[in-house]
């Protein structure tokens, strides 16, 4: 087997069901993988869409298709995270909406400096494989009142060249059209605005 820090594995992804997937790894035994763990040569589990899976090897992230055997090679780790940077423009009412992914799957971003986390609804936590009710419990006052909400940790989120992994979430209950971007993520971002144009830069 290669170790850990070899910079590639052989992944050949045999099965998937819910948010595991089944797989051999440099030939060796199979093993299930839920999404957010790392096996012990180094690849993680990112995210499962239908019959792919998505894995990721320092820091490089590769989709893998049901029966497929693929040769993952290592992105080089984070050294490059300082370069990581978006830029952004405002839509007509000056908002600034984005798409990007959480666990691996779509999502639209409304970048919100007055939310404390991230915020989606349930709905949408379902359908990215958020096991939210697992999460602390807790209430949030809305326009429509208190409705219960749950902390969560998002193994990754993405925007554009940008990741963070373990970022905190907050799901209420019912459906929201877009996912709120909030300080979880942006208070680790050095933010620019010029104009209609907002660059956001990892800074850790």
């Known amino acids: 087997m290669w170790p850990a820090d ?6 050949n992804l045999n099965g998937i069901v819910g948010n595991k997937a089944l797989l051999v790894i440099d030939g060796g ?3 299930w993988l839920a999404v957010g763990e790392s096996s012990p040569e180094g690849v993680k589990l990112v995210g499962i869409a239908g019959d792919s899976a998505v894995f990721e090897l320092g820091g490089k992230r590769q989709t893998v298709k049901l029966g497929q055997n ?5 992105g080089g780790g984070s050294a490059s995270s300082g370069s990581q940077s978006v830029s952004l423009n405002a839509d007509g009412s000056g908002h600034f909406i984005a798409n990007g992914q959480i666990n691996g799957r779509s999502v639209r971003f409304l970048v919100d400096t007055g939310a404390t986390f991230i915020l989606l609804g ?10 939210y009710l697992a999460g602390q419990k807790a209430a949030m006052s809305t326009a429509n009142g208190v409705v219960p909400a749950y902390r969560v940790k998002l193994d ?7 990741t963070l992994n373990n970022v905190d979430g907050v799901v209420t209950s019912g459906s929201q059209p877009i996912v709120l971007l909030g300080m979880s993520f942006l208070n680790r971002m050095e933010m620019k605005r010029d104009g209609e144009t907002m660059t956001l830069k990892k800074r850790f």
């Open 6 to 11: 070899a910079g590639a594995a052989d992944v």
């Open 122 to 131: 349930s709905e949408e936590a379902r359908s990215l494989g958020i096991n």
């Open 29 to 31: 035994k199979p093993r």
């Open 156 to 162: 990754e989120v993405r925007l554009g060249d940008i």
């Open 70 to 74: 693929e040769r993952l090679v290592s």
